[in-house]
Structures are given as structure tokens and as C-alpha cells.
């Protein structure tokens, strides 16, 4: 039991280090400058490439808005010529139902 104690005692002194010298690590004034430095450095250099990246994404919108255009163009009396299609079938349809509904009511 004795020995147990030891062991645990050993152990949880090692946590204890461990922890400490984390801590008194990421809080160096060094590292969090070093942090800083790497954060800018790289904001830096990725600038130019995110403003190359929102020219090539404009160029692809502007190019794309005809293509966008034309189909909406296309499409839209087509949809409106098959909704036309539909209301007709739909109003047949009706128009049949109701004498075979009269047919097998009386």
C-alpha cells in the first residue's frame, strides 16, 4: 500500500511538472511574439494571392452572367409551356371524373 502511495504520489508530481512547464512555456513573451510575427508574415503573403483569387472569381461571374441569362431565357417558356401542359391533363382528367363519379354515385 505503501508502495501504491509512492507510485501515485510519483505520478501525480510528474502532471504537475508537466503542466507547469507547459504553462510557463506557451506564456514566454517570445513565443507569443514569434506567434504574432508568423500570423502577419503569412497575412503578408497570402494578400496578393486572395486578390488574384477575387479578380479570377469576378472574371468567372461576369462570364458566366450571359450563359445565366440565355438559360433563364430558354428555360422559363418552357416551364411555362409544361405548367400550361399540366393545367390542361389536370383539367381533363377532372372533366372525365366527374360524370364517372356521378355514374357510380347513382
Keep these: ?6 507510485v501515485s504520489q510519483y505520478i501525480q508530481n510528474i502532471k504537475t ?15 507569443k511574439e514569434h506567434a504574432e510575427s508568423f500570423v502577419e508574415d503569412r497575412q503578408i503573403e497570402l494578400e496578393p494571392l486572395a486578390v488574384k483569387i477575387q479578380a479570377q472569381l469576378q472574371d468567372i461571374e461576369e462570364q458566366l452572367k450571359p450563359m445565366t441569362e440565355s438559360v433563364k431565357e430558354n428555360v422559363n417558356p418552357l ?18 371524373a ?9
Excluded at 416551364?79 to 372525365?96: D, T, V
Design 98 to 106: 366527374n360524370p364517372m363519379a356521378n355514374f357510380w354515385v347513382n
Design 1 to 6: 500500500e505503501d508502495r501504491a502511495n509512492r
Design 17 to 31: 511538472k508537466i503542466s507547469h512547464d507547459f504553462h510557463e512555456f506557451v506564456n514566454k513573451p517570445e513565443l
Design 79 to 96: 416551364i411555362a409551356s409544361l405548367q400550361q401542359k399540366m393545367e390542361s391533363i389536370l383539367q381533363m382528367l377532372e372533366e372525365h
